[in-house]
């Protein structure tokens, strides 16, 4: 069984401003799947759609067999989500944060320890998450995104605008993540980053899926005599500038 099926999600914010046209997009069981596009693409709108904090207009979403829009307080106990850039109280500690996270979702309090030891803030609990780095803030989130033992992770761009050595921390604890089993959707604009973690690509442009598969199977795609060797980039600006053009025409 797919940990995500997507069939056919169309979301519009008004005439004319159609976010989703008509996606369609599995995800394996214990994956990391990258969703990759540019700004605007509707990478945003559609884990919103997956996690049920919007409604598309037609199509469903399936997070183990069970229906998003049919099924929501089940499935929002298998799933979490952690963004980039997250607002965070002042004058809290990373333990009083989740220990609040932890009764939002009837979480055993005996998982705020575990969580924080997991993602290596267990020395830093008492401390206000308003004054961590931005590397280690973006912990605390991945320590909030596992708070209820997640089936699903999203995470939506969780390393933008994090310096290397806390960026590749957080890919560590991913990679960590779903080696324990969790399935995650990833979205990001590093190249680098989706090439490493991701066994499955989709890219989306203009709210449209416009190509999918392994990192190698999109080179492929792309690879021709004057460009024997494409790079992850290369897939990415030749798709995804393509399609907009086709859409544009
Ligand atoms: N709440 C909203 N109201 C109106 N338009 C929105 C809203 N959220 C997203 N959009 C529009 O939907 C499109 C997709 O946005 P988004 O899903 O945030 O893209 P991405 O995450 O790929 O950058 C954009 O054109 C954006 O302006
Ligand atoms: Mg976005």
């Keep these: ?11 519009a914010f008004g005439p004319g401003r ?9 995800i394996r069981e214990g994956e990391i799947h990258g969703l990759l596009g540019p700004n605007g693409a509707g990478k945003t709108t559609l884990i919103a759609i997956m996690v049920g904090l919007t409604e598309a207009d037609a199509g469903s979403v399936e997070i183990f067999g069970l229906d998003v829009r049919r099924e929501l307080p089940r499935v929002q106990r298998m799933v979490n989500l952690v963004r980039g850039f997250s607002g965070v109280l002042e004058k809290v500690t990373a333990r009083e944060l989740l220990i609040y996270y932890a009764l939002l979702y009837g979480a055993p309090l005996g998982r705020v320890e575990e969580v924080l030891r997991r ?6 609990r008492d401390e206000e998450v308003a004054s961590f780095s931005s590397g280690w803030r973006q912990r605390f989130f991945l320590a909030k995104g596992l708070i209820n033992r997640p089936r699903v992770l999203f995470l939506d761009e969780p390393t933008v605008g994090l310096d290397l050595d806390a960026a590749l921390a957080v890919r560590d604890l991913i990679r960590d993540i779903a080696r324990e089993g969790c399935t995650i959707l990833l979205t990001t604009h590093y190249m680098r980053e989706a090439e490493d973690l991701c066994a499955g690509i989709d890219l989306i442009a203009g709210g449209r899926i416009v190509a999918g598969g392994s990192p190698q199977a999109l080179k492929d795609l792309v690879r021709t005599p004057d460009l024997p060797e494409p790079t992850l980039e290369d897939v990415f600006l030749a798709l995804t500038r393509e399609s907009l053009e086709v859409a544009d025409a």
């Design 119 to 124: 993602t290596g803030l267990w020395a830093r």
């Design 18 to 26: 159609q976010a989703l046209a008509g996606v369609d997009l599995a």
């Design 1 to 11: 069984m797919d940990a995500v099926l997507v069939k056919q999600v169309t979301k």
